[in-house]
């Protein structure tokens, strides 16, 4: 298993190992105690899977604001993403900034996304599965988002407004200038 860490400081890329012949393959998806020696500290308390059905489906960008904050380990097992997390930590050298990487069935990759960074993911083809352990329960009190588009992130996307299927929520996120400061950041 192996961990890479990006510009900002959070986030972290994981690539488990597979070993495979003619049956197929085997692979150690999440190790606690791999994952909190690069990590930290974490307690999983829910999975969820997602379904989407058509390429260009947008998902995002998705936070639970504090108390009930969560950090999300997410995973492709069918199809690809690009999965993307942006720094929303008032205070931080790179607020706004934000990390995106494919993640698919074929490269096996995971994305740490800590407590304090928006997410979302677009589909790179039809019929998506994705799946991610979370740090907190949902808390529809606490759920929020920031504009998928919105033109201070300077996201690239790999679809165009008109052609991302979106829901009415994420369609009318407000932008992130608009969302105060959920979360600082701590040396």
Known sequence: ??????????????EPGRIGDER???????????FTAEIGPVSFVQDNHSRSALRGTLRGLHYQKEPRAQGKLVRVT???ILDVAVDIRTGSPTYGRHVAVELSDANWRQLWVPAGFLHGFCTLCDDVEVIYKVT????R???AGVRWNDPAL??????????????DKDRSAPMLSE?????????
Do not use: K, Q
Not at 24 to 34: A, K, V, Y
Not at 179 to 186: E, H, V, W
């Open 154 to 167: 300077n996201i690239e996307w790999p679809v165009s407004p008109g052609e991302a299927v979106l829901s």
């Open 78 to 80: 069918r199809g690809a």
């Open 136 to 139: 907190d329960y949902y808390s």
């Open 1 to 14: 298993m192996n961990f890479t860490r990006f510009d900002i400081e959070g986030p972290c890329l994981i």
């Open 24 to 34: 197929g393959f085997f692979s150690e998806t999440f190790r606690l105690d791999r």
């Open 141 to 143: 009190e606490h759920d």
């Open 179 to 187: 969302i105060g400061a959920p979360f600082s950041y701590r040396d």
